[in-house]
């Protein structure tokens, strides 16, 4: 199995909204990535989990708020979004957070905030 | 400060033909480059990499040659294939464990 799974795939959601994207992967990787990406743009990092434990937030907002409840799963919970955050949220994980290996990423959950 | 840069946003070829695209980098601190490969509605796929320490690396039709002295990468296709029109992504990592993507480059490969 070298599949990331993402769910959902598309959400819409507004301003006031509590919602959840949720990252499966069964692989027994250790790291796990959430990136932003919007149209036309490259893939942007939001945070690292190595070991299930938060090893890199790069600078977010406090409306996202990551969560890895065990090594299989990594969560991103949103609320009180702003519409210049919707996007391509996508998911990734790397069998250790070295610098010399590939991510695998999943299908990605298309985000609207209205 | 964009330090991964992809200059040609889209590249056209024949089938059968060679695809090259460009990558540079301003950052000496990355010792780590990767070639991912995105289909529309779907999450990048690896597709090959490259250390600092060596200057071409080959994956079947794939290879990808890296300049370190010109900070300068590229990813060459033989043949193209009509298939393998999507967008490629360069990526360099520092030891860190962090990954910085280009803007990426469409390629269209004509039949």
Redesign the interface.
């Given at each position: 199995d070298t599949e990331?799974t993402?769910t959902p795939k598309h959400l819409v959601m507004g301003m006031t909204n509590k919602k959840s994207l949720k990252c499966e992967q069964h692989m027994g990787h250790r790291?796990m990535y959430w990136y932003k990406q919007k149209a036309?743009?490259?893939?942007?990092?939001m945070f690292?989990y190595?070991y299930e434990k938060l090893?890199?937030n790069e600078s977010v907002p406090s409306r996202f708020s990551p969560e890895c409840p065990n090594s299989s799963l990594l969560n991103l919970h949103l609320h009180a979004l702003q519409p210049e955050d919707s996007a391509l949220y996508?998911c990734?994980s790397?069998d250790r957070?070295?610098?010399?290996t590939?991510?695998?990423?999943?299908?990605?959950t298309r985000l609207t905030v209205v | 400060d964009q330090q991964v840069k992809q200059n040609s946003p889209s590249l056209s070829v024949q089938e059968g033909r060679i695809s090259i695209l460009n990558c540079d980098y301003t950052n000496s601190m990355f010792d780590y480059f990767l070639w991912y490969k995105k289909y529309p509605a779907e999450g990048p796929t690896f597709l090959i990499s490259i250390s600092s320490i060596k200057d071409k690396n080959e994956d079947g039709r794939f290879t990808v040659f890296l300049n370190k002295s010109a900070k300068h990468l590229s990813l060459h296709i033989v043949p193209s294939q009509p298939g393998d029109s999507a967008v490629y992504f360069c990526a360099a990592s520092t030891n860190a464990g962090k990954s910085t993507f280009g803007d990426g480059t469409t390629l269209t490969v004509k039949p």
């Open positions: 990331v993402q790291a036309k743009k490259p893939p942007e990092l690292v190595s090893s890199i996508l990734a790397k957070v070295l610098w010399n590939e991510a695998f990423f999943g299908q990605g | -």
